[in-house]
């Protein structure tokens, strides 16, 4: 019984070891192509812009003026609306 239990230590011993050498030697890899290939991240993307954009802004604009006038039962001429931002 005494040589199974042994044996069993020093195969246990030895899988730690060789997991632990291996876990080594891939820190020692990453870090090295961290140092030889650094990361660069890609540069932001632009929304693109329609020509039409300003149009459809005066749009907007001028549909949100008319339903708060409503909703407020006041003229358009009595406010004025000057930023509309989108999330």
């Known amino acids: 019984m ?9 195969v246990s011993i030895l899988a730690l070891a060789v997991i632990f ?12 192509l961290v140092k ?7 540069p932001p993307k632009a929304r693109p812009s329609s020509p039409s ?5 005066d749009d907007h604009v001028a549909a949100i003026t008319a339903t708060l006038a409503m909703h407020l039962g006041k003229s358009p001429d009595e406010f004025r609306i000057t930023n ?3 999330p």
């Open 21 to 32: 050498t291996v876990l080594i030697i891939l820190i020692f890899t990453i870090k090295l």
């Open 36 to 42: 030889l290939i650094p990361y660069k991240a890609p």
């Open 84 to 86: 509309i931002s989108q």
């Open 2 to 10: 005494e040589a199974s239990f042994l044996a069993a230590v020093n």
């Open 53 to 57: 954009a300003s149009g459809n802004q």
